[in-house]
């Protein structure tokens, strides 16, 4: 019964790895990934040190846990237009350069240097803009930056708490600004808007008829 069980299990979990050129559950190793190669890593993955360039994406869903040499992921290194989906786990340092992207929700970030610009030129005339690169999820209130510190701390959309050290690279913008923060509503709130959309359904149904 435990085999067919087990059989059955493993059945409906390959969709979710379907896709992926690496899956990594283990620690390490954890190859470079080019072109756009992408990797999923969940339960006890990680490696000393992991890069993503040209178009590769990563989405780390689980992490050993972060120690020097043996557990969790010691840095992470995004270049070109690489992007990372960060939802949990353990991450000593992430490397953000280039076009690169990166969502962060979850688990446990150590530090991030940012090597970018936080703006460009668009329009004609061209006029700067803001354009960040990097995504933090968060919810409660905003997160707070320690001006003295370079600490960035709050809690993530899943209510856990984040402490991220963010110092500020020579010659790039201020990390805080290629930061875009994304709050994740409260219950209420969803409830909230589920009401008005009904309503709203509703309205246009009689005014159809």
């Known amino acids: 019964m435990k085999k067919i069980?087990?059989?059955i299990s493993l059945v409906f979990s390959l969709p979710a790895f379907a896709g992926y050129t690496y899956v990594i559950d283990s620690y390490g190793?954890?190859?470079d990934l080019y072109g756009t190669e992408s990797l999923l890593m969940i339960e006890q993955g990680g490696d000393n040190m992991i890069t993503l360039w040209d178009n590769?994406?990563?989405k780390i869903v689980s992490t050993s846990v972060l120690k020097q040499g043996f557990g969790g992921i010691q840095y992470l290194t995004q270049l070109g237009n690489s992007y990372l989906d960060f939802s949990g786990g353990e991450l000593g340092i992430l490397n953000i350069g280039n076009n690169a992207t990166a969502k962060l929700s979850g688990g446990k970030i150590v530090e991030i240097y940012s090597n970018q610009s936080a703006w460009k030129l668009a329009g004609d005339p061209p006029v700067s803009v803001w354009n960040p690169h990097i995504t933090i999820v968060?919810?409660?209130a905003l997160p707070v930056l320690n001006l003295t510190s370079h600490v960035l701390t709050g809690l993530w959309g899943n209510g856990t708490n984040f402490s991220i050290y963010l110092p500020n690279i020579t010659g790039y913008s201020p990390a805080i600004d290629n930061i875009k923060f994304t709050i994740i509503p409260e219950p209420a709130s969803l409830i909230l808007l589920a009401v008005v959309g009904l309503l709203v359904?509703?309205?246009k149904g009689r005014q159809v008829h």
């Open 29 to 31: 190793p954890v190859p």
């Open 56 to 58: 590769s994406s990563a």
């Open 201 to 203: 359904r509703k309205r």
């Open 5 to 7: 069980i087990l059989l």
């Open 138 to 140: 968060y919810s409660g």
